[in-house]
């Protein structure tokens, strides 16, 4: 019995926090209303105790199992989700408790005032523009912190008495205390690494999202549509969220995340502790540190060629040891060194120096484990790029480019710019042709329809102005053609009026070669950017390297060589490019480049609301159409 009676208890409890709103908001206000209107035409349950819940069994012949949360529950009634059965079993506890507490002249819990109650234009709904960068970047934290607050400033002062994040009563700001002070390592032990991660991965992009306080805080998701409530109770699992399993989990924890993150509290060490937790072979690594500083000793020309199948059995070691990415180094290490014993003409020392360099520092400050398990997991790298979700992308077309490596990949690369945060985001079209019996046709590639809208070419896509929502996108901004992205065309806003931010450069900027550098926790990626060019001023072909060059110049009279290298795929464009068809009418726009160490090639040329993706669009006769739309 004593357990039958800690469990009414516990019960008592839970029923007296379900108030009007809490209700309300796991259900629906219909739904509320019409449990209401049953219990006052005279609706009685009946309640039989066991030791974790409570049998309830209506008047009307239903019966429903309840527990101290309204995360699970069961009802006789053919409804999938919460029903108006179990509103009233809480709700008849409720009055229940109101008479007796009446009688014995306790203290009545005041109910929460409904929710219509609440002025639409109340300053309890505040807009927050919130990007977590800080959370992956911790020096950004307090300019994230300074912005946030200047926006919160700007509340009108008059409106601040009555409600509104900033102007809580004491009160009200110790009830839900618990979500800023309480510790998040017990909390995020219900979570996989993974899912941590995701959720860590969708707080670098900004949300709009409103806060309210009732009896409930709840933090609204405006661009997903989502809603999380929180009660007073320290507990995540209390929280309600419509979404089901592991979504509505996720959306729990980025809630609290976002809403700690607006107050200032810095949670970088406990998620990155649970984000990334690598687990590698420290004797793999070992054994690669002592084989690299072997072939340093020796020197490469005293190197026997068997060094080669060493590297190959470390680099399988390696990926038994869970180690990708020192998997890779070793690779390249094997492939510049089979180019050395070739002597090919390809083979470059200062290469050679650089990815053993890099590798032996990875090893090293793997070995010694005295980095943040953030550098350990950018050190060790993972077998497939994890992609997330994210709820929204605005991009802009920026073109294409065509490409194919040594071993044997082809592909169309497509460039946009993302105005949610400055940064540029590519979408690739791969194919392997090293078999016989595979072929791709870039004219073919580029003229298929997109995986998100049947009815819109690559051709059209690179071109376009697009919104996406729910699509998935990786650590180095690729974008994934998986299922479940909707994508919507935009009015497509004139390139100048584009603000690009730290990608457009002026030709001297560009001129100015950044110096080779290792570094081990920044990703190597290709420099890209956008100049803006007055006119051509000459084009012609250098039959020793097989090189096209295009001289342009800015309105300022600086000049600047870009180079196209020849391959038969390209010839169309490069003859067109080389006679001068249509150059003489490329004046005042953008060329979209790729700055590389000796040369800078461009990849399009953007003017007023058009785009021309030179490899692709130059042999297609677009050229002489560019500007005039």
């Known amino acids: ?28 206000k219909g739904l509320y209303k019409r449990a209401l209107k049953e219990l006052d035409q005279g609706v009685q349950v009946q309640y039989t105790w066991n030791t974790a819940s409570v049998s309830c069994q209506l008047s009307e012949g239903i019966e429903c199992t309840l527990y101290a949360t309204l995360d699970d529950w069961q009802c006789s009634c053919p409804s999938e989700n919460i029903c108006k059965h179990v509103l009233i079993a809480i709700l008849y506890d409720q009055r229940q408790q109101i008479t007796e507490n009446s009688v014995t002249g306790e203290d009545i819990v005041e109910v ?25 970047d911790p020096d950004t934290a307090k300019e994230y912190k300074l912005a946030v607050q200047d926006k919160f400033h700007q509340v009108n002062e008059s409106d601040k008495p009555d409600y509104g994040l900033q102007s809580h009563s004491p009160e009200t700001n ?118 690299l500083g072997g072939m340093l ?63 032996y520092l ?9 980095i943040p398990v953030r550098q350990q997991s950018q050190l060790v790298g993972s077998f497939r790029s994890k992609y997330f979700t994210v709820p929204s992308l605005h991009l802009y077309g920026l073109g294409a480019d065509s490409w194919e490596t040594r071993s044997g990949f082809r592909g169309i690369t497509y460039y946009f710019y993302c105005f949610d945060d400055g940064q540029i985001y590519t979408y690739s079209d791969v194919r ?34 697009v919104q996406f929502q729910s699509v998935k996108v990786n650590e180095e901004r690729r974008i994934s053609s998986g299922d479940g992205a909707k994508l919507t065309i935009l009015p497509r806003t004139g390139v100048t009026g584009v603000h690009f931010g730290e990608y457009l450069i002026d030709i001297p900027a560009a001129l100015q070669r950044e110096p080779d550098s290792i570094d081990l926790f920044t990703e190597p990626k290709e420099r890209l950017a956008l100049i803006e060019v007055a006119r051509i001023t000459e084009h012609s072909f250098n039959k020793q390297t097989q090189d096209l060059i295009l001289i342009v110049e800015d309105t300022e009279g600086a000049r600047l060589p870009l180079t196209l290298p020849y391959s038969s795929d390209w010839q169309s464009m490069i003859n067109r490019l080389e006679s001068g068809f249509g150059s003489q009418k490329l004046e005042h726009f953008y060329a979209f480049v790729r700055i590389e160490t000796k040369r800078i090639s461009p990849i399009s040329f953007l003017k007023g609301q058009t785009l021309l993706s030179l490899k692709l669009d130059s042999s297609s006769g677009r050229m002489g159409r560019f500007g005039r739309r």
Not at 10 to 22: P, V
Not at 114 to 134: F, Y
Not at 362 to 370: R, S
Not at 435 to 440: A, L, R, S
Request: net charge negative.
């Open 1 to 28: 019995m004593n357990d039958f009676n800690e469990f009414k208890q516990k019960f008592s409890h839970f029923s007296k926090l379900c108030t009007e709103d809490y209700l309300i908001r796991y259900a629906n």
């Open 174 to 291: 110790v009830r839900f205390r618990w979500m800023l002070e309480a510790d998040l390592t017990p909390i995020l032990k219900s979570y996989t690494s993974t899912m941590v991660e995701e959720v860590v991965f969708r707080l670098r992009y900004p949300e709009d999202i409103q806060i309210m306080e009732d009896t409930l805080l709840t933090v609204h998701f405006k661009s997903q549509n989502i809603e999380v409530s929180f009660t007073e109770e320290p507990q995540l699992t209390k929280a309600l969220c419509k979404l089901k399993q592991t979504a509505g989990k996720m959306a729990k924890l980025e809630a609290l995340l976002r809403y700690r993150l607006y107050h200032g509290v810095d949670d970088t060490d406990a998620l990155s502790v649970r984000a990334y937790e690598p687990k590698f072979s420290l004797q793999t690594i070992q054994e690669c540190r002592d084989m």
């Open 297 to 359: 000793k020796t020197g490469l020309a005293r190197l026997p060629q068997s060094y080669n199948a060493q590297l190959e059995t470390l680099a399988i070691a390696a990926h038994s040891g869970n180690l990708p990415e020192i998997e890779r180094s070793l690779r390249g290490i094997q492939g510049e060194l089979q180019l050395f014993f070739k002597r090919h003409v390809r083979f470059s020392m200062q290469t050679m120096l650089d990815r053993i360099s890099k590798l």
């Open 362 to 370: 990875a090893l090293e400050v793997l070995e010694q484990g005295e």
């Open 432 to 465: 392997a042709v090293y078999y016989e019996d595979q072929q791709f046709s870039y004219a073919e590639h580029y003229a298929a329809f997109t995986p998100w809208l049947p009815s819109l070419t690559f051709s059209q896509f690179t071109g376009e102005e």
């Open 112 to 136: 929460a005032k409904p929710l219509e109650d609440v002025p639409a234009s109340s300053p309890s709904l505040l807009d927050v523009k919130l990007s977590s960068a800080d959370f992956v």
